[in-house]
């Protein structure tokens, strides 16, 4: 099998990494090659810088990439990083590689030694392609998984997916806590965002999101706390995603939730009485319907 193949952690599948794929599909047509996406699970951060999280955990990357046509196959970091750029290329040429899409930055191998000059140097010995794009920009701004990740950090949640080019969502399963939101008159579902892979928090706070049971067609607009419940002094580390679905009644526990991510409303409050955080509680609510109604 020949491929055109791309490299890269395409956490997001954002705008830029779009502009990549729609190129490798393109270049794979006219020269009659397979798409081929070689996933990183996670980016580099994880493993040497500051790592907030992924913006979507690789077996939804992989899924994108899949219906847009793609072979794909995820690695990890830690099992190629002492690889050198040279059998690096070995394995991409001896894998049927006979073109690489990539972007002006793209490194590759142990201390990143292989890049676009020496990808262009090898490949006429080699009997391959490079085809190099520029970086795309918004205002100025290159679009990257890390300017994403920052919006995500910030509660800029209308930037961030602009920046996708798609409502950012999440998922996890329910899991039974302390029943805090049904004592208060909010039943809420905890999700565990984090079941598979480090999926990012975003700002703590309270966003307007629509969703529900993972794969089921009915959906409902909700309120999803993000944070780490200062009124009730649990003094948890873990931050709790909490969902309270507004015209949904029903079992959710052990079932996978999926949200899209539309708004976000205020930051996180540590209220002096369960009576004041019940009163802010409402308004929540009667704000979000007010903007489900103008949206409608």
Known sequence: ??????????????????????????????????????????????????????????????????????????????KVIHISHEEYLKFLLKNGMKAIICGEDFTFGKDRKGDISYLLAKQHKNNFFVEVLKDIKTSETRISSTFIRRALLAGNIDEANNLLGRIWTIEGPVYEDRHVGFSLGFPT?????????????????????????????????????VGLRPTFNENIKEPKVEIYFLDYFGDLYNKIIEVEVLKFLRD?????????????????EDNARKIINNWR
């Not at 309270?206 to 909700?222: A, D, I, S």
């Not at 996180?268 to 929540?284: A, G, P, R, T, V």
């Open 1 to 78: 099998m020949n491929y055109a193949v791309t490299i890269g952690t395409f956490d997001g599948v954002h705008k830029g990494h779009q502009v990549i794929i729609k190129k490798t599909l393109e270049i794979a047509k006219s020269n009659n090659l397979i798409p081929k996406a070689y996933i990183m699970k996670y980016p580099a951060s994880k493993y040497f810088g500051n790592f907030s999280g992924v913006i979507i955990p690789s077996y939804k990357r992989e899924e994108i990439l899949m219906n847009y046509g793609f072979e794909t196959e995820v690695f990890e970091l830690p």
């Open 189 to 225: 579902a905890n999700i565990d965002i984090r079941y598979k892979e480090e999926v990012i928090y975003p700002k703590y706070g309270v966003y307007l999101v629509k969703g529900g049971v993972k794969n089921n067609p009915h959906k409902y607009y909700g309120l999803m706390s």
């Open 268 to 284: 996180e409050i540590k209220f002096n009485s369960k009576k004041d955080l019940i009163n802010q509680m409402i308004k929540d």
